[in-house]
Protein backbone atom coordinates (compact mmCIF):
# COMPACT_ATOMS: atom_id res chain seq x y z
CA UNK A 1 0.00 0.00 0.00
CA UNK A 2 0.78 3.42 -0.61
CA UNK A 3 0.59 5.56 2.53
CA UNK A 4 0.27 9.38 2.71
CA UNK A 5 2.51 11.63 4.42
CA UNK A 6 1.53 14.91 6.13
CA UNK A 7 3.48 17.23 7.23
CA UNK A 8 3.39 21.03 8.53
CA UNK A 9 1.50 20.97 11.87
CA UNK A 10 2.66 22.58 14.90
CA UNK A 11 2.00 24.91 18.10
CA UNK A 12 0.18 28.06 16.83
CA UNK A 13 -1.74 30.72 18.71
CA UNK A 14 -5.33 31.80 18.53
CA UNK A 15 -5.60 33.81 14.63
CA UNK A 16 -2.27 31.95 13.53
CA UNK A 17 -1.81 30.46 10.34
CA UNK A 18 -0.12 26.93 9.36
CA UNK A 19 -0.02 25.03 5.86
CA UNK A 20 -0.33 21.53 5.74
CA UNK A 21 1.26 19.40 2.99
CA UNK A 22 0.31 15.81 1.58
CA UNK A 23 2.26 13.64 -0.62
CA UNK A 24 3.21 10.06 -1.31
CA UNK A 25 5.49 8.35 -3.70
CA UNK A 26 2.92 7.71 -6.52
CA UNK A 27 0.86 10.11 -7.60
CA UNK A 28 -1.90 11.74 -5.91
CA UNK A 29 -3.72 12.97 -9.33
CA UNK A 30 -4.11 9.38 -9.74
CA UNK A 31 -6.62 9.67 -7.02
CA UNK A 32 -9.33 11.59 -8.44
CA UNK A 33 -10.64 13.38 -5.49
CA UNK A 34 -8.59 13.46 -2.17
CA UNK A 35 -9.71 15.54 1.23
CA UNK A 36 -8.34 16.36 4.19
CA UNK A 37 -9.75 15.07 7.59
CA UNK A 38 -9.31 15.75 11.54
CA UNK A 39 -9.18 13.61 14.53
CA UNK A 40 -9.58 15.79 18.13
CA UNK A 41 -8.78 13.70 21.20
CA UNK A 42 -12.43 11.69 22.01
CA UNK A 43 -13.85 12.76 18.69
CA UNK A 44 -14.39 11.01 15.05
CA UNK A 45 -12.67 11.30 12.37
CA UNK A 46 -14.20 14.04 10.22
CA UNK A 47 -14.02 15.43 6.95
CA UNK A 48 -12.16 18.70 6.94
CA UNK A 49 -11.82 19.94 3.55
CA UNK A 50 -11.99 18.29 0.04
CA UNK A 51 -10.92 18.50 -4.27
CA UNK A 52 -12.13 16.88 -6.85
CA UNK A 53 -10.10 16.38 -10.52
CA UNK A 54 -11.31 19.58 -12.18
CA UNK A 55 -10.70 21.54 -8.92
CA UNK A 56 -13.57 21.97 -7.52
CA UNK A 57 -13.42 22.46 -3.52
CA UNK A 58 -15.85 21.63 -0.44
CA UNK A 59 -15.55 22.84 3.63
CA UNK A 60 -17.00 21.76 6.94
CA UNK A 61 -18.74 24.46 7.79
CA UNK A 62 -16.74 24.90 10.73
CA UNK A 63 -13.69 25.97 8.78
CA UNK A 64 -15.55 27.65 5.65
CA UNK A 65 -14.03 31.05 4.75
CA UNK A 66 -10.75 30.14 6.94
CA UNK A 67 -9.24 27.00 4.79
CA UNK A 68 -8.08 26.22 1.73
CA UNK A 69 -7.64 23.19 -0.32
CA UNK A 70 -5.60 23.27 -3.49
CA UNK A 71 -3.48 20.67 -5.46
CA UNK A 72 0.07 21.19 -6.67
CA UNK A 73 0.94 18.94 -9.76
CA UNK A 74 4.37 19.70 -9.95
CA UNK A 75 5.11 19.18 -6.53
CA UNK A 76 2.88 16.19 -6.18
CA UNK A 77 1.78 17.67 -3.11
CA UNK A 78 -2.04 18.23 -2.05
CA UNK A 79 -1.67 21.44 0.56
CA UNK A 80 -4.04 22.76 3.22
CA UNK A 81 -3.99 26.44 4.28
CA UNK A 82 -5.54 27.34 8.00
CA UNK A 83 -5.86 31.01 8.61
CA UNK A 84 -8.02 32.27 11.33
CA UNK A 85 -7.04 29.42 13.73
CA UNK A 86 -9.23 28.34 16.91
CA UNK A 87 -8.18 26.35 20.07
CA UNK A 88 -11.14 23.97 18.77
CA UNK A 89 -8.86 23.00 15.12
CA UNK A 90 -6.63 21.21 17.97
CA UNK A 91 -6.29 17.27 15.98
CA UNK A 92 -4.58 15.56 14.44
CA UNK A 93 -5.01 16.09 10.66
CA UNK A 94 -4.96 13.25 7.62
CA UNK A 95 -4.99 13.12 4.60
CA UNK A 96 -6.73 10.43 2.59
CA UNK A 97 -9.10 9.72 -0.67
CA UNK A 98 -12.38 10.89 -0.43
CA UNK A 99 -13.95 8.79 0.20
CA UNK A 100 -11.41 7.67 2.19
CA UNK A 101 -9.58 4.07 1.75
CA UNK A 102 -8.43 1.99 4.56
CA UNK A 103 -4.91 2.93 4.77
CA UNK A 104 -4.21 6.13 6.68
CA UNK A 105 -0.83 8.20 7.26
CA UNK A 106 0.53 9.12 10.24
CA UNK A 107 -1.24 12.30 10.33
CA UNK A 108 0.26 15.65 11.79
CA UNK A 109 -0.47 17.73 14.93
CA UNK A 110 -2.08 20.61 14.57
CA UNK A 111 -1.97 22.52 18.25
CA UNK A 112 -3.80 25.99 18.58
CA UNK A 113 -3.36 27.43 21.81
CA UNK A 114 -2.29 30.58 23.78
Known amino acids: QVHFVESGGGLVQPGGSLRLSCTRS????????MGWYRQAPGKQRELVARITADGSTGYADSVKGRFTISRDRAQNTMYLRMSGLKPEDTAVYFC????????WGQGTQVTVSS
Open 96 to 103: NAYPPGDY
Open 26 to 33: RSIFSIPS
